[in-house]
């Protein structure tokens, strides 16, 4: 079997991510550092609402170094929170880091358009509809119909 693309490729990807994040936030002055943690946050407020089973089974869809950022600096042993609204998980994530943070107020939505983008739709939507409404929720979109979405080589 062949090496997979997102390992092969892995910081060519990721570069991608963050690019199209950014673009998404709508701010030209974000830099990549500033929008990593945006995207760390991101993955960590989710994170916080899953047992480790589900973040397990969500990460093994996710392109390789958002996996590795899923899972860098995970307590496994802390139960699971409930989900909010996305108001109250958008202020959770600009809590991250704040004093290096400028999360926008759609930062959940302008990272789940870059995650969309570059994942594999079936197993997203397979793996989210296991975990449940709530994450499906989370990473809902409603600036593009998810077909507009579609992983593309980059």
């Not at 939507?125 to 593309?152: C, M, N």
Request: aromatic share 8%; with cysteine.
């Amino acid at each position: 079997m062949p090496m997979p693309w997102t390992y092969r490729h892995a910081q060519k990807e990721f570069a991608s991510i963050l690019a199209r994040t950014k673009d998404e936030m709508g701010s030209a002055l974000l830099s990549d550092n500033m929008t990593y943690t945006a995207i760390e946050g991101v993955l960590r407020c989710f994170r916080a609402r899953l047992t480790p089973e589900q973040v397990i089974a969500f990460g093994g869809v996710l392109p390789s170094i958002l996996r590795a950022i899923l899972v860098h600096q995970w307590d496994v042993t802390e139960a699971p929170r409930p989900f909010g609204t996305r108001a109250g998980m958008t202020k959770e994530v600009q809590a991250h880091r704040q004093h290096h943070n400028i999360a926008t107020d759609d930062c959940i939505e302008a990272f789940a358009i870059a995650l969309w983008s570059h994942s594999n739709h079936r197993d997203l939507e397979h793996v989210l509809a296991k975990i449940g409404p709530e994450a499906e929720d989370f990473w809902a979109i409603t600036r593009y119909d998810l077909s507009e979405l579609q992983p593309k080589i980059i």
